[in-house]
């Protein structure tokens, strides 16, 4: 049964809130969590862990976990587009199948991006959530009221044998969906469209014989019968087929006989045993609230920007907004800043989720222009003879399309590029990269996320942001700032806990790479937020004070000069 008060509520148990959990876990925090369904979900649906979300689980100790009930890593290699499993290939969009774009992949990160379909994600983040002493999970137990005022909000809930009880929070993340009763009760609005209504059929199917010399995570399908996207989630048995429907149709008409009748269809052959386990409609959206919060409720993930599949970024980006409150939450809630840090987080994440909702959008439309959509209804003529000898010029007509999409399924500048541009960084002058969704430039430009860089230190070899932690801060010092980090020491012991590094003593790398990576001199310093993300740089030795300002500045005890911040979506 949930306590009568915590520290921070969550209300969503999904993959952001149950995230949530493990964040606010790892830091020590109070937090009780809960979820109106009794369990986890039970269809794959979203599946795509970006690069960056992967990151984000790697510095709690959960990457090893995620990456165990992934697809293998040699089954996610490419992008399919077929008139069907069996019929003819229209195109490729290769990615690890290629050595060039294994090698970039694997110079920007230590982690990789995977596939981890929903119904084994959240399983995973639920067992490790419940090892934390500090987090209480409720599944099975629905918030009916939730009210706030100065000091915290109370939350209404009934669990599953019609218990009644309240609990109190300092705080509340309300990660409940694109239909959020938390948003709504809080009058945050939301703006933007939907884009078309979508079915997503999960079934069994051993489909080895067909795939086993295409290593790919999605066969985008194109037929006279259907257009969809088949998404392998195990590279052999288990599947999702997501196809769109006309507005003169409806859910009810996609019967179990008639979803059996497409997924023939998609795969080419009548003779494939199938094994359908559900089949969920749904409708896909490209909104954003007006707030990320108000007062002491904070909206995450869907229940702050649904936004389109197609490119993937829905979980990613209620993960990464997570991650941005989670350290927040802490260091207020410890008294080591002012609750006034709380309103950074929507001036930093709405931008970075606004561009991710456009993105998306414009994932969707570049593949309706040239006749790939797939997600979205399609009566195109041109699909309807795509079969055989006749169908090879139309086949050659959408081929030439397919380059032009790898902004959808490729995409690390949008993984890695985006910035913040807020009162907590303390810009250096230096000009932002030019933007960029698929080519990721790195730069430790005050507001970016901090290059991933091999080193050694202790006598392993690791990466340089293994050595960032989400309970503090790190100061990277060159050979020759000795003087930074006697600044440090003289700071005011109000401010919130950071580690000093001098790169060449405790971190070990071959001389001039971090200064050449990091844009400083072997006299200049770097600080990491707890997020990973810069929070100031000084190229050269310079004033010690620069570095107290700059951490006051990075935890809101002191206003900045400007109060206006913008975030960017790729660089």
């Excluded at 009763?181 to 014989?209: C, N, P, T």
């Excluded at 949008?414 to 969704?437: H, K, M, N, R």
């Amino acid at each position: 049964m949930p306590k009568a008060f915590t520290d921070v509520a969550i209300i969503g148990g999904g993959p952001v809130g149950l995230a949530a959990a493990n964040l606010l876990g790892h830091l020590g925090i109070d937090c009780s969590l809960f979820e109106r369904n009794p369990t986890t979900s039970f269809h794959p649906r979203g599946h795509v862990v970006n690069t960056r979300t992967m990151e984000i689980l790697r510095g709690i100790g959960l990457e090893e976990a995620v990456n165990a009930v992934s697809l293998p890593v040699e089954r996610h290699a490419g992008i399919g587009f077929y008139t069907s499993l069996c019929g003819h290939e229209i195109g490729v969009i290769e990615t690890r199948v290629n050595a060039e774009w294994r090698r970039v992949e694997e110079s920007q990160s230590p982690a990789l991006k995977r596939s981890c379909p929903q119904d084994r994600f959240e399983p995973v983040l639920r067992e490790h959530a419940a090892r934390y002493p500090t987090v209480a999970l409720h599944f099975g137990c629905r918030v009916t009221g939730l009210r706030q005022d100065a000091e915290g909000a109370d939350l209404s809930w009934q669990d599953e044998d019609g218990t009644e009880g309240t609990t109190r929070a300092r705080y509340v993340i309300a990660a409940d969906g694109p239909r959020s009763e938390a948003r709504e009760a809080v009058g945050i609005a939301l703006q933007g469209r939907s884009i078309g209504q979508q079915i997503g059929i999960y079934f069994h199917a051993d489909l080895w014989e067909m795939v086993k010399d295409r290593p790919y995570l999605l066969f985008w399908i194109y037929n006279a019968a259907t257009s969809g996207v088949l998404i392998s989630l195990d590279g052999r048995r288990r599947w999702t087929y997501n196809f769109g429907y006309r507005d003169d149709q409806s859910r009810e008409d996609f019967t179990l006989e008639r979803c059996l009748d497409l997924l023939r269809a998609a795969i080419g052959s009548a003779e494939v045993e199938i094994d359908i386990k559900n089949i969920m409609p749904w409708r896909m959206q490209a909104r954003i609230a007006d707030s990320m919060g108000a007062g002491r409720i904070f909206l995450a993930g869907d229940a702050a920007h649904p936004l389109p599949p197609t490119g993937g970024q829905g979980m990613n980006t209620g993960i990464a907004d997570v991650q941005n409150l989670a350290w927040k939450l802490a260091l207020v809630l410890r008294g080591a800043a002012p609750e006034s840090l709380l309103e950074s987080y929507t001036t930093e994440r709405r931008p970075v989720a606004r561009f991710n909702v456009e993105q998306s959008a414009r994932n969707a439309q570049a593949m309706a222009r040239k006749g790939l959509s797939g997600m979205l209804a399609n009566d195109s003529a041109l699909l309807a003879n795509l079969e055989g000898p006749s169908g090879a010029a139309n086949r050659a007509r959408l081929a030439e399309g397919i380059p032009e999409q790898r902004a959808h399924f490729d995409y690390a500048g949008q993984t890695f590029g985006y910035f913040y541009e807020s009162p907590l960084i303390t810009p250096d002058g230096t000009p932002a990269p030019e933007a960029d969704v698929v080519t990721y430039r790195p730069v430790a430009r005050p507001g970016h996320r901090a290059p991933h860089l091999p080193v050694r230190m202790g006598g392993r070899e690791c990466s340089l942001i293994d050595l960032f932690a989400l309970d503090h801060f790190t100061l990277l010092t060159g050979s020759e700032g000795t003087a930074w980090r006697d600044a440090l020491s003289a700071a005011g012991p109000e401010l919130p806990p950071v580690k000093a590094l001098t790169i060449g003593r405790e971190v070990e790398v071959a001389p001039g790479v971090w200064e050449d990576l990091y844009g400083v001199a072997p006299s200049g310093a770097v600080l990491i937020r707890p997020d990973g993300h810069v929070a100031w740089r000084a190229a050269a030795a310079g004033e010690p004070g620069a570095l107290d300002a700059a951490l006051r500045r990075a935890v809101g005890l002191v206003s900045s000069p400007t109060t206006k911040g913008e975030t960017h979506g790729a660089s």
